[in-house]
Each structure stands twice: as structure tokens, then as C-alpha cells.
């Protein structure tokens, strides 16, 4: 009787293990052959991290391959609230607002989300990260990020433009050439260990594409000239605003592009948008009278007049439709060229009414008036010229002394380098090329011409009378030590809100080239509402002097050494 | 199969698989020392830019600028700059002067001063 209980009791074990064997192989099958693919999952999400691998942003060169903006890394400050104590999330609170001017309920609101990760601070600086780690909190964390700097602050920096804080051009070249720029990113597929750390064993990779380099046609020497000599006008004449380029006449390309009000590039963030304004392309203003050279290229390429033609200049008033010209000296009798030299507003307007508005009008257009240059900058605008049919009785005499017209100083400058280069519009251009990470080229921009607007003879006429208004017109204080020089002054009224021009208020500006024969450096100057002195001739020229006395000294002085080291590699290749 | 065909056969196999867990554990230990010896890679390369950068800043002309403005440096005027001739024209000048040393020592007998030479102690 015992043995069989016995036997019974070894079957029924013996039955129960084969039962729970019979379950765990079901079990099994079902976790092996249905549910196979949700555990892979899963395994794969804790043994594997995807990680994004940033690519290095281009750097922008200067003509000479000085760097304007470079890639720093940087430390980000992040938390991980889930894993985080109490105690050291207010540990935080506390400490964290003084290291890093942060609000204390900004921290709060992010230390108290129910999330695994939450910046806290991005890019911060290192004295800042070594007093973080000092304090030792725990749940907090730094990653490596690549922060764009620029090593000039201020210099260039409407051009230059910068990023944001996720690397994406916002304002100047880093905006327009973005695309080339910002590279593509990568992604990597690496192992974490049980401790949930990574480990760089990676599964699958995808390398990330770096930026392209963009070489600029800025040289940061004349850039650095120009700066110089407008900062020192802005802050004399204490002007609202002051722009300055420089231009190579015979390619287009900026030498130097320079506005007033400035700020620092490293420090956008705290700086309102008028200042980061690139005034020298979104900017209109009336030009006033530097835009005679367009009256006079017209009048010589149409052969209308010729140098010695003489006007009355009515002795300093004139009244046409109804309202009367002044001169800013009285004038009688003066020959074509003097009436550009002395600047006469009466004998232009004559010129002028012997032109007719149709051809004014042609010149206007063919200098590149009304329209967009196309330079590689954001922001640029077409400015306003007037069709003949919406011009006013007054428009007539108006319009060759540049009012009622809205220019761009890019627009002059190109302007004034139709005459330096002997009649072609030429395509201002501010990108010399862009070059990848092993210094081949990938893009050149080589100069292009738009169209010829003057003869060279007529351009050749122009630019004597134009060296005429330096030497003894009104231009006087432009005069270059050393070098002969051209250019053209203005003073223009701005209107007031009522639409009347202003008694108080001008527009200072100097439009030249030198040398004269043949020009290397075309500048154009313009101070808005200069005191107390407010004409072109007084307050624009002589930074034109200033700066092409500096930038035409530079250029002697670089290109014999360009020309020694050239031939030094040539003997060396040989 | 006989018992100890079998056991050489599970020995074997004993063998492979532990070879395999070295092999993957030296992979991983590699891995770690790797990934330390590039974190310092990259902190180094870090630097390096960083330095690379406070060059660039520390040599801008924005910041010569503002230090050459706030020490009161003057540049020299073209007057003021002393012109030092070459090496050859200088050479020529210097032996001129000599030989009329020269003569005027031998006319009028008086001894010219010692002059330093280069020995050749070949």
C-alpha cells in the first residue's frame, strides 16, 4: 500500500515537471517563432544608441585666407530630471542661476519635466563648465558641440553674417551660402554597455559630409583700412549711419565693405536689427549730387555736348516747373566740365533739358539704377528709378542731380566703376570661391561683365573731369598725396516726414576711383545726417582720401612680395 | 559515437567557444581603452583650435587696434625712419673707406685701429 502511494506521488511530480516542461517549451516556441521581432526590438533599443554626427561647418576666408569665421567646440550643459534626486535638482536651482544668468523658474520648469534629457544651457564657456563641475550634482552632464566664432568681433561683420545656436546661417554669407556651408550630417549606430554608457563600437555608420570653406574677395587689410577711417567720421561728425565700399573696378569684386552702426559678431544675440542692418545693399537714400556722372556720361556718349560748351548758370537760381533751382554758389557762365567740377545743380539741370528724359532715363538704367546688382549678400534691394511717364514737371532737372531717384551705395559703386574700368557694368561680386576641406576648389567666381554702358573714350572723358573736380572742383579735400585720384561729391537733403526736403538734415557722400590712370580701387562714401558739418566735400572726402591712401600703399606694397614668392616656387618647381 | 570521440568533440568545441568569448571580450576591452585614448584625442584637438583661435583673436587688427590706441603708439614718420643700406652696398661703402683708411695711413704714417677679424682655425 505505501509503495503504491509512493508511485503515485513520483508520478504526479514526474507529471507536474512534464507539464511545466510542456509550458515552458510553448512558451518558448511562442517567444521564438512570434514574438521574436518585438524582444529583437527591444534589445536593440537598450544595447544600441543612435547618435547624430554633426559635420564640421565651412570656414570663411578673407582674399589672403585669414579666417572670419571658424568652429570652437563648446560644452552644452544638459540634466536627466527622471534620474535626478530632489535634493540635487534644488541644488541646482540654487547654484546653477549665478554661473549661468539663467532664471530661477526657467530651471525649475526644466529640472521638474518628466524626461530623460533637457538642455539646460548650450554652449557655454569653459570657466563657466568648470564652476558647474565643481559643484557636483549629479544628473547633470555636458556634450561636446561646435560653436561658430569669429576671431575679428566686429570686423566685416555685415558681411560675414553669423548662426545660430543649431549652426544655421542667419544673416550675411553665412545665410546666402548655407547650403554649402553646413555640410550633412551623419548618423552612427554605436553599443551601450550595461551601465547604459556608450562604447564606440559601432554597428552601422553613415560619415558625416563637412562644410565647404567659402573664400571671400574681402582682403581684412582694406577691410580693416576702411573700418578705421569711417568709425573715425561716424564718431566726428556723429552720424546717424555711415557705410564705405571699396571695389576693384576691373573685376567687381568688394575689397571692403564697411557699415555704421556695427556690432559684434561673437554677440549678436543682445543686439537690435538696425544695427545688424547691411546698409550698403538694403538701404536707399536719394544720392544727390554724385549721380551727375550719370548726366554727364549721357550727354558725352550721346554726343550732345562736348567740354567746352558753355551754360549760363543764372548766377545761383533757375526756376523750372514752378519751383526755383539754387546752386550752392552762385555761378555765370561754365563750360560743361566746370559745371561737373563745381557742381553746379542749374547747369546740370540745362545739361539735361538738352539730353531729354528719355535718354536720362536709358543711362539711368544702363548704370544699374532701379535694378538688383545681384551681389551674393541677402537683404539686397532694386532702389527706384522713375519710367518717363511718371515723371513730374520738376523730375526733369530733378532726376540728373539725383533727386527723386533711390540708389544703393553698391549701386554707386558700381556706378562709379563703369567709369574707372572704361565703360563696363561689371557684377558686384563678394565670393572669390568656395573650397573643400583639402583646399580644392569647388566653385570660382570669376568676374562678369553685364553689359557696356559707355565707350572707353567717353569713359576716359568722364574720368578727366572727374579728376578735375578732385584737383580743383569740389572735391578738393580728396586729393590723394602721391597719387592722382577722381571722384565726384554729394550732398543730398533727406525729406522730412511731411515729404518736403530738409534744411537740417543731409546725406554726405564722395564717389571716386585712383589712381586715375589707371584705376585700381573704386570708393564710395556716404554719411547720413553728418554735424555740424554736413557737405560731401567736407565730410565724405577726405575718408575717400584717407582710405585710398592706406588701400593703394597696401596693394604697392603686396603685390611685389605676391610677385617674389611667386617666382621663389617657380624656381624651386623648376 | 564512442565516449571518448564524444568528449574530444566537446572539448573541442569548449575550446572554440571560449576562444570566441576572449576574442569578443579583448574586442570590447580594446574598445574601451580606444574610446579613452580618443576623448583625449579630441580634447587635444580641442585645444589645438581653441589656441588656433586666441591666435586669430590675439592678432586681428581690430584688437592690435584698440591696444595700439590705448598705449598711445605712434607710427614713425617717413622722417624719422632710419634707411639701413644692403648687405652688398653696404660691404662696397665699408671697403672704400677702408682702402682710403688705407691710403691715408700709409701717406701720413698714422697706424689705423685694430679691426676685428674672423680666425679660420681650419
Known amino acids: 500500500m505505501h509503495i503504491v502511494n509512493n508511485r503515485r506521488r513520483v508520478n504526479a511530480v514526474f507529471l507536474f515537471f512534464f507539464a511545466f516542461l510542456l509550458f515552458c517549451i510553448a512558451r518558448l516556441s511562442l517567444i521564438q517563432f512570434f514574438r521574436a521581432d518585438y524582444f529583437a526590438k527591444i534589445a536593440q533599443k537598450q544595447h544600441n544608441l543612435f547618435v547624430e554626427l554633426e559635420p564640421r561647418r565651412g570656414a570663411i576666408y578673407d582674399l589672403n585666407l585669414k579666417p572670419q569665421a571658424v568652429n ?25 542661476p549665478s554661473i549661468l544668468n539663467l532664471d530661477h523658474s526657467f530651471l525649475k520648469d526644466r529640472l521638474y519635466r518628466k524626461k530623460s534629457f533637457v538642455w539646460l544651457a548650450r554652449k557655454i564657456s569653459p570657466s563657466q563648465k568648470g564652476a558647474i563641475e565643481k559643484l557636483g550634482i549629479k544628473g547633470l552632464g555636458f556634450l561636446k558641440e561646435s560653436k561658430r566664432s569669429y576671431p575679428n568681433s566686429y570686423l566685416a561683420s555685415h558681411i560675414v553674417g553669423f548662426c545660430g545656436l543649431d549652426n544655421v546661417g542667419l544673416e550675411g554669407i553665412e545665410l546666402r551660402y548655407d547650403k554649402y556651408l553646413k555640410g550633412s550630417q551623419g548618423w552612427s549606430l554605436i553599443l551601450r554597455d ?189 532702389g527706384m528709378a522713375k519710367e518717363p511717364r511718371f515723371w513730374s514737371k520738376t523730375t526733369m532737372s530733378a532726376i540728373p542731380m539725383g533727386q527723386e531717384v533711390g540708389v544703393t ?125 554736413y557737405f560731401g566735400g567736407v565730410v565724405a572726402a577726405p575718408v575717400f582720401k584717407n582710405v585710398a591712401a592706406d588701400v593703394l600703399r597696401y596693394l604697392k606694397n603686396k603685390n611685389p612680395v605676391n610677385e617674389v614668392l611667386a617666382s621663389n616656387e617657380s624656381q624651386r618647381t623648376d | 559515437m564512442k565516449l571518448p570521440k564524444f568528449m574530444l568533440l566537446v572539448a573541442s568545441v569548449t575550446c572554440l567557444c571560449l576562444l570566441y568569448v576572449c576574442q569578443q571580450t579583448e574586442i570590447f576591452r580594446l574598445a574601451y581603452v580606444g574610446q579613452k585614448r580618443s576623448i583625449l584625442l579630441r580634447d587635444s584637438l580641442d585645444k589645438n583650435t581653441m589656441l588656433r583661435y586666441n591666435i586669430n583673436k590675439n592678432t586681428s587688427l581690430v584688437l592690435l587696434n584698440d591696444r595700439i590706441t590705448a598705449s598711445n603708439f605712434e607710427m614713425p614718420d617717413s622722417y624719422r625712419v632710419v634707411k639701413v643700406p644692403g648687405v652688398s652696398q653696404g660691404t662696397a661703402a665699408d671697403h672704400r673707406s677702408s682702402s682710403l683708411k688705407s691710403l691715408a695711413a700709409s701717406v701720413f704714417g698714422i697706424k689705423r685701429q685694430a679691426e676685428a677679424r674672423t680666425i679660420d682655425r681650419r
Request: hydrophobic share 40%; aromatic share 8%.
Open chain 1, 409 to 533: 551705395a553698391l549701386q554707386l559703386a558700381s556706378a562709379i566703376s563703369v567709369i574707372a574700368n572704361g565703360g563696363q557694368l561689371m557684377k558686384p561680386h563678394i565670393v572669390k570661391e568656395i573650397r573643400d576641406k583639402q583646399g580644392e576648389t569647388i566653385k570660382s567666381f570669376s568676374p562678369v561683365s553685364v553689359r557696356r554702358v559707355i565707350s572707353e573714350d567717353t569713359a576716359n572723358r568722364v574720368k578727366k573731369i572727374l579728376t578735375g573736380v578732385v584737383e580743383t572742383g569740389t572735391g578738393r579735400m580728396a586729393k590723394i598725396p602721391g597719387f592722382t585720384a577722381g571722384g565726384k561729391t554729394g550732398t543730398a537733403q533727406k525729406l522730412e516726414p511731411n515729404g518736403a526736403y530738409s534744411h537740417r538734415k543731409f546725406i554726405a557722400s564722395f564717389i571716386g576711383f585712383a589712381p586715375a590712370e589707371e584705376p585700381l580701387i573704386a570708393i564710395v562714401v556716404t554719411l547720413d545726417e553728418p554735424r555740424p558739418y
Open chain 1, 72 to 96: 570652437v567646440s563648446a560644452d552644452s550643459l544638459y540634466a536627466s530630471p527622471n534620474g535626478m534626486a530632489d535634493r540635487d535638482k534644488d541644488t541646482a536651482i540654487k547654484s546653477l
Open chain 1, 194 to 382: 550595461a551601465r547604459q554608457k556608450r562604447l564606440d563600437l559601432e554597428q552601422k555608420m553613415a560619415l558625416p559630409v563637412d562644410g565647404y570653406d567659402v573664400v571671400l574677395t574681402i582682403d581684412e587689410v582694406i577691410q580693416y583700412i576702411a573700418e578705421r577711417e569711417l568709425e573715425k567720421a561716424f564718431k566726428a561728425y556723429r552720424a546717424f549711419a555711415a557705410s564705405i565700399i571699396v571695389m576693384d573696378p576691373r573685376t567687381g569684386a568688394i575689397l571692403a565693405m564697411v557699415n555704421r552702426p556695427t556690432f559684434d559678431l561673437n554677440q549678436y544675440n543682445n543686439i537690435d536689427k538696425d544695427r545688424r542692418r547691411n546698409r550698403s545693399v538694403s538701404d536707399l537714400f536719394e544720392p544727390g549730387s554724385v549721380f551727375k556722372i550719370v548726366t554727364a556720361s549721357a550727354a558725352l556718349e550721346e554726343k550732345k555736348v562736348v567740354e567746352q560748351d558753355k551754360f549760363f548758370c543764372e548766377n545761383g537760381a533757375y526756376k523750372v516747373g514752378g519751383h526755383i533751382l539754387h546752386d550752392h554758389r552762385p555761378h555765370g557762365w561754365l563750360t560743361f566740365r566746370e559745371v561737373i567740377e563745381q557742381s553746379s545743380n542749374i547747369g546740370t539741370a540745362k545739361v539735361a533739358q538738352v539730353l531729354g528724359p528719355e535718354i536720362i532715363y536709358k543711362y539711368v538704367k544702363s548704370f544699374g539704377f532701379g535694378a538688383k546688382s545681384g551681389i551674393d549678400l541677402p537683404g539686397e534691394i532694386s
